[in-house]
């Protein structure tokens, strides 16, 4: 992985009209259009009344183009994504050019109104296991890959920025960490048995070539298991096992073996 880098665009508006029909291909024709209409964001010298832009900025204006571009979007309807990218507290060119320098390709997915995303692509994949995107109504998004816009965004900077591609290296040990990601409920059962902070020791059995037994070993701590009552403990859970240790008639040590119960998906057919 590379060293974190040092920001590589200015926040401070220095980029000029020219920049940004360099970067996004408009004519000065339509870049007049989009300020009289409200969609150039922007801010004016007063001494001549030019505008000035920040790379924030120009990034926003070229994602609203490509967007209306592919789609055919209107204008006006472009502008909760111009807010999303220049809201206030977020550098979304930033986390853009920090994905890419891992080598990743970057994405935007909106439905233009309340949903902004911009993540890697794999983070995608994710969000639509977990059911993140499901709704009730119908809903559609636009998803556009926003790597060729940085690209040509920091080549147009008044000191330019190489170009960042996306590498395959990268996405080669993410498909190697992606074999340790739980495939099944009896998997997610056993890594949280593992984690739970009061388990002892954490045991799983194959029984019949089938069957898969998980079990837990619980130890109560000295001061409850000089007190606990075996009885009491015993009714607190269906199926268990309980050692008692005892010297000079107090308990000294108490275990406890419990199953966590793993349901198996039947074969089609059975």
Same mark, same amino acid.
């Given at each position: 992985m590379p060293p974190p880098a040092?920001?590589? &665009?200015? *926040?401070?508006?220095? #980029? /000029?009209?020219?920049? &940004?029909?360099?970067? /996004? =291909?408009?004519?000065?024709?339509? %870049?007049?259009?989009? *300020?009289?209409?409200?969609? !150039?964001?922007?801010?004016?010298?007063?001494?001549?009344?030019?505008?000035?832009?920040?790379?924030?900025? +120009?990034?926003? +204006?070229?994602?609203?183009?490509? +967007?209306?571009?592919?789609?055919? /979007?209107? !204008?006006?309807? %472009?502008?909760?994504?111009?807010?999303? !990218? #220049?809201?206030? =507290? /977020? *550098?979304?060119?930033l986390a853009a050019i920090e994905l890419m320098r891992f080598g990743f390709a970057v994405f935007i997915m909106t439905d233009l109104t309340e949903t902004f995303v911009l993540e890697p692509d794999f983070e995608f994949e994710t969000l639509l296991t977990y059911g993140i995107l499901r709704t009730r109504e119908d809903q559609g998004y636009v998803f556009i890959e926003v790597n060729h816009l940085v690209n040509r965004l920091l080549a147009c900077l008044k000191t330019p920025v190489a170009a960042l591609h996306i590498r395959d290296d990268n996405y080669r040990v993410l498909r190697s960490a992606n074999t340790l990601i739980p495939q099944n409920e009896q998997e997610i059962a056993l890594i949280r048995a593992i984690r739970q902070g009061d388990y002892q020791r954490v045991t799983l059995t194959k029984r019949n070539n089938e069957n898969l037994v998980l079990e837990v070993e619980q130890e109560l701590p000295e001061p409850e298991a000089n007190t606990a009552d075996i009885n009491e403990l015993l009714k607190e859970h269906e199926f268990q096992t309980v050692t008692v240790s005892r010297t000079n008639g107090k308990n000294v040590r108490v275990k406890r073996t419990l199953p966590v119960p793993l349901r198996r998906r039947h074969k089609q057919g059975n």
């Amino acid at each position: 992985m590379p060293p974190p880098a040092k920001k590589p &665009v200015a *926040d401070s508006p220095t #980029l /000029t009209a020219g920049d &940004v029909k360099n970067a /996004t =291909g408009m004519s000065y024709r339509q %870049l007049n259009d989009w *300020d009289s209409k409200g969609a !150039l964001p922007s801010q004016r010298q007063e001494e001549s009344n030019w505008r000035k832009f920040t790379a924030r900025q +120009i990034f926003a +204006i070229m994602v609203c183009k490509e +967007i209306r571009d592919r789609f055919g /979007t209107p !204008l006006e309807s %472009l502008r909760g994504v111009r807010e999303f !990218l #220049l809201q206030e =507290g /977020t *550098d979304h060119l930033l986390a853009a050019i920090e994905l890419m320098r891992f080598g990743f390709a970057v994405f935007i997915m909106t439905d233009l109104t309340e949903t902004f995303v911009l993540e890697p692509d794999f983070e995608f994949e994710t969000l639509l296991t977990y059911g993140i995107l499901r709704t009730r109504e119908d809903q559609g998004y636009v998803f556009i890959e926003v790597n060729h816009l940085v690209n040509r965004l920091l080549a147009c900077l008044k000191t330019p920025v190489a170009a960042l591609h996306i590498r395959d290296d990268n996405y080669r040990v993410l498909r190697s960490a992606n074999t340790l990601i739980p495939q099944n409920e009896q998997e997610i059962a056993l890594i949280r048995a593992i984690r739970q902070g009061d388990y002892q020791r954490v045991t799983l059995t194959k029984r019949n070539n089938e069957n898969l037994v998980l079990e837990v070993e619980q130890e109560l701590p000295e001061p409850e298991a000089n007190t606990a009552d075996i009885n009491e403990l015993l009714k607190e859970h269906e199926f268990q096992t309980v050692t008692v240790s005892r010297t000079n008639g107090k308990n000294v040590r108490v275990k406890r073996t419990l199953p966590v119960p793993l349901r198996r998906r039947h074969k089609q057919g059975n």
